[in-house]
T-cell receptor
Framework: DTGVSQNPRHKITKRGQNVTFRCDPI?????LYWYRQTLGQGPEFLTY????????KSRLLSDRFSAERPKGSFSTLEIQRTEQGDSAMYLC??????????????FGPGTRLTVL | RKEVEQDPGPFNVPEGATVAFNCTYS??????FFWYRQDCRKEPKLLMS???SGNEDGRFTAQLNRASQYISLLIRDSKLSDSATYLC?????????????FGQGTRLTINP
């Protein structure tokens, strides 16, 4: 158990519905990342935060996707008007970024989204 | 072309064998490199970082060739518990603090 938790673990929704996932990072970690993984592929970067600031967003993150980390602790990822192509495992990772190092990203168990 | 490319396998090897995985990366600005292990339906977990000087952790040896933009992983005396998908990873940050770029993964099955 790496200490990163994600909820829910599974989500089944109908096309067009909105869904929201939550990630709780390891408590002292200042960086939080979201990735998406489809079957047979490696995870793909979506976005990351340092504390509450969203520092980078992938082109994969269409305008239907929004992520927040309002208090620099937990984060939410919302997908609006879901499409079947959004079906994937959504992984959250956290790390402690320090000037001298300490950068390992620890992953949570993921939220598996199925869009019908 | 994917930024990190690996042979997806599958590799099926007998227990006790030595197995080697390779991957290549296209972004010459990449500064840090890793191997992650992912078990079926589980999250990726860091196996080891990869350095130009080569590094070893027990039965695992990783090597980076910056000139060829090539990363390798060698597993000696393979165990049944080594069966997993091995993900080659590059990062643009010297400290890996930014996004990780994953390869497709190489699936390994160790047979008794």
């Amino acid at each position: 158990d790496t200490g990163v938790s994600q909820n829910p673990r599974h989500k089944i929704t109908k096309r067009g519905q909105n869904v929201t996932f939550r990630c709780d990072p390891i408590s002292e970690h200042n960086r939080l990342y979201w990735y998406r993984q489809t079957l047979g592929q490696g995870p793909e970067f979506l976005t990351y935060f340092q504390n509450e600031a969203q520092l980078e967003k992938s082109r994969l993150l269409s305008d239907r996707f929004s992520a927040e980390r309002p208090k620099g602790s937990f984060s939410t990822l919302e997908i609006q008007r879901t499409e079947q192509g959004d079906s994937a495992m959504y992984l959250c990772a956290s790390s402690l970024a320090l000037p001298f190092g300490g950068y390992t990203q620890y992953f949570g168990p993921g939220t598996r989204l199925t869009v019908l | 072309r994917k930024e990190v490319e690996q042979d997806p396998g599958p590799f099926n090897v007998p227990e006790g064998a030595t197995v080697a995985f390779n991957c290549t990366y296209s972004n010459s600005a990449s500064q840090s490199f890793f191997w992650y292990r992912q078990d079926c339906r589980k999250e990726p977990k860091l196996l080891m970082s990869v350095y130009s000087s080569g590094n070893e952790d027990g039965r695992f040896t990783a090597q980076l060739n910056r000139a060829s933009q090539y990363i390798s992983l060698l597993i000696r005396d393979s165990k049944l518990s080594d069966s997993a998908t091995y993900l080659c990873v590059a990062s643009g940050s010297a400290q890996g603090a930014q996004k990780l770029v994953f390869g497709q993964g190489t699936r390994l099955t160790i047979n008794p």
